[in-house]
């Protein structure tokens, strides 16, 4: 399944629920569950254009998950969802739902070299908002071991 937001123009100002939206364009800003292979809405909820993309996320993927799976789905359910929906309480939900996530991080200036700064151990300590790396075919296939006289060579300062 994926998670997302849109912006839903409409023209005149009469229509109940719309408000100018963050590209300052009059509409709504409904989230959508679409199934990844077919693109099938599954789920959608209208909301006014001013309404943030995470906001009601946490109660949008319990909604989705309960009606996807009273609607005969079984077996490991998988969310995608865009940076927005990046938050504890919906990385919560989902182990809470058992269902597995993808869910897109934005990286700033600021995030840049992280990993190197704080060990691993740390990063680790709230499970929950454990960055886990996906890792390239080329990175999980062995490699084969690096001849001796390839092997860098830590020099001091000094010499």
């Known amino acids: 399944m994926d998670l997302d937001s849109t912006i839903v123009l409409v023209y005149g100002r009469a229509k109940q629920g719309t408000s100018f939206s963050y590209i300052k364009t009059r509409g709504y800003h409904p989230q959508l ?3 990844a292979h077919s693109g099938q809405v599954l789920f959608s909820r209208v909301r006014g254009g001013r309404a943030g993309a995470a906001r009601g996320a946490k109660t949008f993927l319990t909604e989705t998950v309960s009606r996807t799976r ?3 789905a ?3 359910l998988t969310v995608r969802a865009d940076s927005p929906f990046y938050s504890k309480d919906v990385l919560l939900t989902a182990r809470t739902l058992d269902v597995r996530f993808s869910i ?3 990286q700033g200036p600021q995030d840049q070299g992280r990993h190197r700064r704080h060990p691993r151990r740390r990063m680790d300590a709230d499970p929950v908002l454990a960055v886990h790396p ?3 075919p080329a990175q999980t296939s062995p490699r084969p071991p690096t001849p001796a006289s390839r092997t860098p060579r830590h020099r001091s300062p000094c010499g």
């Open 33 to 35: 569950a679409t199934l």
């Open 70 to 72: 009273h609607a005969g």
């Open 74 to 76: 079984s077996g490991q």
């Open 104 to 106: 897109r991080v934005r």
């Open 134 to 136: 996906r890792k390239s």
